[in-house]
């Protein structure tokens, strides 16, 4: 019978759990299925997370091809979509797909391996999407972990799953072409295509590989000096590729295994798993926490009294805010659709302490840009820097913006990429261009109130505002 291969946040031909099963079980007669389902809800709105995403996709459309064993899209709610497969493919002797264990894809997964069920139709439905899924990584006494670092301590001491290896020439032979079937889903999906317009070379498979070998060829060794600048190519750009599921965190890291030489930077490769590690930990909270996506995970900060300030609000989006290096953050997040994790940082304290602004307006606004969007992750890093979250930044610590500028852009060269207002400004002055006396203003051509906007608030005030708040909490609930 048929094989159906439900392809998702796995856009990927090799070490790729469902799809390597599929293979496996299939003989002599059978016949593999691979399908896309384009949800309604999914393209409600196209920003760049979609546009990169769909042309993922697109990257894997183009590989199946190759292997003669073509994607075919569904379109609808999922259950009239796979009616109509259910209707159109004959007998199916399984649907092979990758379980989300968090988030909208979990409540699709638990609905549909149920809904399947009911139709008489074996599911296989594995784990993928981690080194270490969600259950896997526990307390002696069953519990969950809510601080990193015993966690990762434990995540340490695991054996590590082996490659999910992917029979190609299987796929080659047992790959069926049923497009015509299957016309509403390909309606959709053409359509869907006239909106691509993010260009880059940094999309599907291919690529992702490409990237990693160059990352462990040089920059891992040097990751836990160079990971904290902005200006300096130092990370391993792999989270828009673990998001599509271009590339599959086990080979990342069976990659860094036996391609990586301790001797040339062991503490930069040991940062590097750590920071997996800490993908996996996100996956684990949202997992056993998901009203995370919308409360605060300290029940006490559950009544915190968020400013609420439109204008701000814009201001910090666009890059406006009269700090440098938090606008050039944003900037840099609104043009290419990432940005760096020091400035997430940075500019997730800066909206929730010095704005005074809630979290959950910063996590939808990271979600609309991010080609890299988890929301495992998004929610994780803002709970942490607005210290509501599990093993959060202590709301007492709050990061001083100008010294952050100081510390991880000492030369100014990355506001500069992308301030280009403060181009000639000199280094003394870059981090906190609105303290030029008036003659250096005129001489860098850098207006500050024309040119480049005064500071929206006073650091120290809003500190201060920020602590008490968090504080008055504290005290009275
Ligand atoms: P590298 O430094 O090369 O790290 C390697 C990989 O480790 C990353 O690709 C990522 O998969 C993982 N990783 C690293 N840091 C973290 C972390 N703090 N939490 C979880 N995983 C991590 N990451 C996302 O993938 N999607 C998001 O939507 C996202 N939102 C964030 C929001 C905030 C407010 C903060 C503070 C962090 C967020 N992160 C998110 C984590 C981190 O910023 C990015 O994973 C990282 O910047 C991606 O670039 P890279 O691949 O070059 O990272």
Redesign the pocket.
Known sequence: GKRIVWFRRDLRLNDQTALSRAVQDSGEGDELLFIFHIHPKLIEEFTVRHDYFFQTVDALVKDCEAYKAPIHFLYGKEEEAFSQLINNAGEISGVYFNYDEVGFGKQRDDHMIEWFHEQGIPVYSSIDHHIHSAREVTKKDGGFYKVFSPYFKQWQQLDKPELQTVDLEKVKRYGVDEREHYKKGGNKWESLKKQFDYKGNDIGEKAALERLHVFLDGAIYD?EEH?DFPAVDG??????F??TGAISPRTIYHKIREETDGRKGQKGIDT?IQ??A??DF?NMIYHFYPEAHNLEMVEKYQGIDWNVDEEYLERWKKGETGFPLIDAAMRQLNETG????RL??AV?SFLTKDLLMDWRL?EKY?QER?V???AA??I???Q??ASTGTDPVPYFRVFNPTRQSERFDPHGRFIKEWVPELENVEKKYIHAPGTMPEDIQQKAGCLIGKDYPEPIVDHKTMRNKAIDRFKQVKDYN
């Open positions: 990751y990971r990370t391993s750009l792999m989270s828009r673990l998001k590097y920071e997996i800490w993908r996100y990432w940005m760096h994790n997430r940082m997730a910063g990271f991010l890299d969007y988890d992750s998004n994780g890093g803002w942490w820097a």
